[in-house]
């Protein structure tokens, strides 16, 4: 009897530690929902996301459309307006050159850093960014044709499902991404993205995925296999 209950006691204690455990770890785990908002946001143009960034790059190419060999650099600030759904406030720093073939503009090179935090109703960010852009098409028929890359870093906090802690770095590579010449929002293109980063305990995560802009400032995430639609 005493063997029995020894051994009943310890089965309970490892039955309480293995639940424990695994109560713990699915806390920190950080999901696909969790890594999809920072790509949405980091994608939005309600928070200083990659669609208001494509918008100022075919605005500048258009200011200095005649200016060949030109560079320059601006420094631009970005915040919410009172009472908006999604509260930020970012500073850019950008440079650019315009390239000509003779006297034919043809191709608009564009970097920046960043720097912002951003406070929404699913997550607060606070974060870095650069990006690599060059514009083409900039004098024919049909919109502007952007390619290039853009990374964002940073710590975020959930205020949805575990409400986890983590950090971030998002990468994501751009391919024949369309801006309209009128309106100046994206109407076309992909991108390939990786995620990664870490939950506050130190839990490593990565995910890859791919964007696909549809126009209508609208636009599909697949993330390891999951689809999510996204706000631009």
């Known amino acids: 009897m005493k063997n029995s209950s ?3 006691l310890y089965l309970i204690a490892m039955l309480a530690g293995f639940f424990f455990t695994s109560c713990n770890r699915d806390g920190e785990v950080i999901s696909e929902d969790e890594a999809a908002d920072v790509i949405e946001y980091a994608l939005s143009a309600d928070a200083a996301g990659f669609s208001s960034q494509a918008e100022e790059s075919a605005k500048m190419a258009e200011t200095y459309l005649a200016d060949c060999g030109l560079t320059g650099d601006s420094t631009l600030t970005f915040s919410s307006n009172t009472g908006a759904l999604i509260d930020y406030d970012y500073s ?5 050159e315009l390239h000509c073939n003779g006297l034919v503009p043809n191709q608009f090179d564009l970097d920046y850093t960043s720097t912002g935090t951003y406070n929404a109703a699913r997550m607060s ?7 690599s852009f060059v514009l083409s098409n900039l004098t024919g028929q049909g919109d502007y044709t952007l390619n290039g890359n853009f990374e964002r870093t940073g710590s975020q906090e959930s205020k949805v499902r575990n409400k986890n802690s983590f950090t971030s770095d998002l990468t994501v590579t751009l391919t024949n991404v369309t801006v309209s010449k009128s309106t100046y929002e994206i109407t076309g293109g992909t991108g390939t993205l990786t995620i990664t980063g870490s939950s506050s305990d130190g839990t490593a995560f990565s995910f890859t995925g791919s964007v696909t802009f549809l126009g209508g400032q609208s636009a599909t995430l697949v993330l390891n296999g999951q689809s999510f639609s996204v706000s631009l």
């Open 6 to 8: 020894k051994l009943s």
């Open 92 to 96: 850019f720093t950008w440079n650019w």
């Open 125 to 131: 960010s606070d974060d870095q960014g650069t990006a």
